[in-house]
């Protein structure tokens, strides 16, 4: 195993924060991780599994060992008529993977292009854009317990997936390493462009005929106008959930800014765009230091260069504040901070 010691983990996080880490290790198959379950030695460090870096805060050097999972592989595991089911690699890099299926003309993940990071991390916050979120596609996953070295297969219960949410969020935080995700694809032209801009975007495109290319397309040309690319102005896409509270709560808060949107979600709760919270409590485009929160999106906190984790932190305290004090309701970071 090739162990590399007091690297920066700068080229492995999107908001390109220069922290080192002690020890630095690959895993380029399961037999890795394997290897690394029946070490002794490796297991007594801290343990910081790592996929493309792009949903983490690393606010300190790291006093442990950090894993960046390459995994790759791409398996058919059945093909009819109708579907496909495919079994993908956790180290593979998640857009390469929807722009593959794009083109074996497989339909469901093309309103989840660009986003960034790896197939593995995919599952731990059930990652979505544009109406669509990973448990519509989700079949299973393979993982492995870090601890022991058993392989456990998750299906979709298991998962619990909820918004920006699954039990690797929760009670098996840091326990499992993802190594496979198997996902299903339609061979159907069923497609979803009511969510935001897909269908006036199809429409400036002059597209004619729907299909996924074309979708992807489109959720391309709109992400590009909207996000930043983190490799050039580093972020980690949205810094906060949108929060999801009762509809009293909302209907205080509404009583005083009438302006207020929301979304209901059932049971008695709707979902309030954190980005509006944000922008109405005066931060988009505000700059702090070498950090700052994003001209365009609200919701996207951006190093400007040489910002340290802790500034970040710092300036997301400061709107989580700010916005409790303005409207009373309390953001949570989707970004997990180290
Ligand atoms: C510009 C931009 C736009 C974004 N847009 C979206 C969006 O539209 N929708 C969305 O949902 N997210 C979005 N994100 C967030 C991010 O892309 C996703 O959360 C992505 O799944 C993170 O993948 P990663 O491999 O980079 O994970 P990392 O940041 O490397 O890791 C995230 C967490 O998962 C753990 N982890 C990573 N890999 C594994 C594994 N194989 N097994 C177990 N644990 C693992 C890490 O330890 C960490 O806790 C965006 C980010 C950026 C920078």
Redo the contacts with the bound molecule.
Sequence with gaps: MNIQKNISLKPFN?FGIDVKTKLFLEWNSIQDVIDYTQSAELKKHER?????????LLTEDFDGLSIK?NILGKDVISNTDDAVVVKIG?GEV?HEIVLWTISQGWNGMENMSL????M???P??N???YGKELKDIFVKLE?IDLKTGAQKTFDLDACEFGY?NSV?KNVYKGQ????SVTIRLSKKEEFNTQYGAISQELELAGVKELSAKAISDAVITIRRSK??D?KELG????FFKNPIIPESQYEEAKYEHHALPSYPVGDGMVKVPAGWLIDQSGWKGKRVGNCGVHTKQALVLVNYGGATGDEIFQLSEDIIADVIQKFGIELEREV?VF
Excluded: E
Excluded at 115 to 118: C, F, K, T, V
């Design positions: 999107t910081l599994i790592l996929g493309g870096g792009s949903n983490m999972n956790g998640w986003i960034p990071g790896s593995g991390a995919s731990i916050q990652i979505g854009a993982a920006r690797f499992y390493v993802i190594v996000l930043p983190p972020n980690s896409g949205s997990n």
